[in-house]
């Protein structure tokens, strides 16, 4: 990999033949595991400004340069997170000289608070070609990474690595973004809206319809005060809400609310594009829901291009197929599916195998199909199963012939993933027209039905059960290679929890995966199971955008219990006494046996009790030695599961109710801290 430094540049021909869509990454990491950016682009002219407002890509706006730049969304590695985009370098509009890579901090952090910031670009076929690591980023909260710009008709990068300290709108606007200082009409509704969610805090919390998801509105800054004088006699100001670019760009989403059914009994079903009651046996399954997903893929644009550009795919048009034939030794081979992409006469393709109802990736099934795609020069297999895939662990082992001139990339996607992206379009972010969204809301149904087999990761593997027998006779030894399958199918669980609850709120969700700054993920896993030998607990930590804390889930195998939990950090201003009625009157539609433990200075425990008990007398969860309140500890415990799989006893399914009972009981009810805004006032926002 070609290492680079700052002011360097290279032309990418000069690194790859496979240049025509390249993935760039850019990663960080920090001590707390909770440092974060976002990732923005900008795509300039001649003159070095945008030619209008769609050329500012960014998390309102996702996809620029008519689908050649899309932003893919953050990956959580072992040292922090990692932000993808892919580049259509093929497709991007001939106006385009120049392609700013950057990112950017809110709520008054630096980029100069993370570590391990760094750049990587790789060619289609998933190969690194270069790096770019930046040692000092200064106290800037808006940070270019690097450039991809055109010369002599040649695409070349420079590593760049300089900063703004007036963030996401500085960044904006020195690159001729049109920003907007004066609301629309929705976005004041939008605003006064937020603000009369959060005043006064004595205020009953927000009604929570049944199965329904609460939303956590958004904090909203005051107005400026009109002089000194009144400031001074009145309450404190509210600032102006930040600037925002403008794009006129229309989406379509569904409605939450279903609209009243026209049967005449509750028994009639509805009538569905994909029906999967019918559906028995697991080849059924398998090419029923090829089928379905391929075509929803390459009917609704935004979809496909969302499942493929992490791939490496273009964005042009896109044909699918099933149950292909193809020669191969004595007997022909018949992948499950294959998708085409073709763009400016050039055309992109992978062979697609599928696994349903939790069946397993055959070795000798994906090495066949990887040799006929790089005889006839594809290039990708994309697997796509019940499973998840981990860092730095293969689902299957393939051999790959180094001989051979053409790569084939190896690519894997899960079913949760796949309903992941459709709820993110049709319920959040919005496809072009309403025949799209309905497309997908089909499919949607179709993945979550029972018999569709297409559940995502629903098993813990045959190492569950004695694991957790040897647990509790303690006979279970560090070292065990049975309890490192118990850590790896966590860790799925936990990254498939995060994928759908971000689906159904709309939010980033991440798991936070503390670890020292270089160590390798069986490393760290190594040592995960070595700690459940020991004490008989698998831990985790998730990030929810938006939330005042980080949301621990553990899972007791000695006891039977699972602890979902939170830190909310104190006030800083106000008496102790006023501190814990604030947050009892703000846990109000709690369950009455939420545990809450008092945060003290140092390493000693606080007082604790139950949000039933604390309600009529809160002065019991001061300190009675006056300790000072950093904090508090909001838990619930619930009983686990004991089947290894996705059944009602199963551990699985308790684990999702478990959190979902938190958030939607819990930490909904909690105000977005001062100290973390939502990024809809800390940050500039699409109109």
């Not at 710009?149 to 690595?161: D, E, L, M, P």
Request: hydrophobic share 40%; glycine share 10%; proline share 6%.
């Amino acid at each position: 990999m070609h290492e680079m430094v700052k002011g360097s540049n290279v032309g990418l021909a000069e690194l790859s033949e496979d240049t025509g869509s390249v993935m760039v990454s850019l990663a960080w990491s920090s001590d707390t595991g909770e440092g974060d950016a976002d990732v923005s682009v900008l795509l300039l002219d001649g003159n070095g400004k945008v030619g209008n407002d769609a050329d500012f890509c960014f998390y309102n706006n996702p996809v620029a340069g008519r689908g050649s730049v899309q932003l893919l969304g953050k990956t959580p590695t072992a040292e922090g997170s990692e932000d993808r985009i892919g580049f259509d370098l093929d497709a991007v509009p001939p106006e385009v000289e120049r392609i700013v890579l950057a990112a950017s901090r809110y709520d008054g952090s630096r980029f100069g608070d993370l570590h391990d910031l760094r750049l990587t670009l790789a060619d289609g076929a998933g190969e690194g070609l270069l790096r770019f690591a930046i040692e000092d980023s200064g106290a800037v909260s808006a940070l270019i990474f690097g450039e991809i710009y055109r010369r002599s008709g040649a695409w070349k990068f420079r590593a760049i690595g300089d900063g703004y300290a007036s963030g996401l709108a500085g960044l904006a606007t020195d690159f001729g973004v049109d920003i907007d200082d004066d609301a629309d009409a929705d976005g004041a509704a939008g605003q006064e809206e937020a603000r009369e969610a959060q005043e006064p805090s004595e205020a009953p919390p927000p009604a929570v319809a049944p199965g329904a998801w609460p939303v956590i509105p958004a904090q909203a800054s005051p107005p400026a005060s009109s002089s000194a004088g009144a400031a001074a006699q009145e309450p404190p100001a509210r600032e102006k809400r930040p600037a925002r670019p403008r794009t006129a760009k229309k989406k379509v989403t569904l409605p939450r609310a279903a609209k009243k059914s026209l049967a005449e009994s509750d028994a009639w079903s509805e009538a569905r594009l994909f029906p999967a009651s019918a559906l028995k046996s697991d080849r059924e399954r398998e090419t029923r829901a090829t089928s379905v997903v391929l075509s929803v893929m390459a009917q609704v644009p935004e979809f496909g291009r969302r499942l493929t550009a992490a791939f490496g795919a273009p964005a042009g048009r896109m044909e699918t197929f099933t149950e292909v034939s193809f020669p191969h030794g004595e007997a022909p081979r018949r992948p499950d599916g294959v998708i085409r992409v073709e763009r400016a006469g050039k055309l992109w393709t992978a062979l697609v195998e599928t696994k349903t109802n939790g069946s397993a990736l055959k070795t000798d099934q994906v090495q066949a199909y990887m040799d006929i795609a790089a005889r006839r020069g594809y290039e990708a297999v994309i697997t796509l199963s019940n499973d998840v895939a981990l860092e730095g662990s293969s689902l299957v082992d393939v051999r790959i012939d180094g001989r051979r001139k053409h790569k084939v990339a190896l690519r894997h996607l899960s079913w949760a993933e796949v309903a992941h992206q459709a709820q993110m379009l049709i319920r959040h972010e919005g496809v072009g027209n309403a025949a799209h969204a309905w497309l997908l809301q089909e499919l949607l149904h179709y993945l979550q039905h029972e018999n569709s087999g297409c559940h995502g990761f629903q098993n813990m593997g045959a190492a569950w059960v004695p694991v957790r027998r040897g647990i509790d006779d303690e006979t279970l030894c560090q070292g065990d290679p049975r309890a490192l399958e118990v850590i790896e199918n966590w860790e799925r669980l936990v990254r498939q929890v995060c994928l759908r609850l971000g689906g159904e709120l709309g939010q980033k969700v991440l798991p936070v995966q503390r670890a020292k700054r270089g160590a390798d993920p069986h490393v760290r896993r190594v040592e995960l199971a070595d700690q459940l030998c020991a004490e008989g607990r698998l831990h985790a930590v998730i990030r929810i955008e938006g939330t005042p804390g980080l949301l621990a889930i553990t899972a007791d195998l000695r006891t039977g219990k699972l602890r979902t939990s939170i830190e909310v950090p104190a006030p800083e201003s106000g008496y102790p006494l006023s501190k814990a009625k604030r947050l009892i009157r703000r846990l109000a539609a709690a369950p009455a046996d939420l545990h809450i433990e008092t945060l003290v200075e140092g390493d000693g425990p606080g007082p604790r009790g139950t949000l039933e008990r604390l309600r009529p007398e809160p002065a019991d969860i001061l300190p009675k030695d006056g300790a000072q309140v950093t904090g508090f500890r909001l838990s619930l415990f619930k009983g686990m599961g004991s089947g290894r799989g996705n059944a009602e006893s199963g551990f699985i399914r308790s684990v999702d109710a478990a959190v979902d009972h938190f958030y939607a009981g819990v930490v909904v009810l909690l105000e977005t801290q001062p100290t973390r805004r939502s990024r809809t006032d800390a940050q500039t926002d699409v109109c």
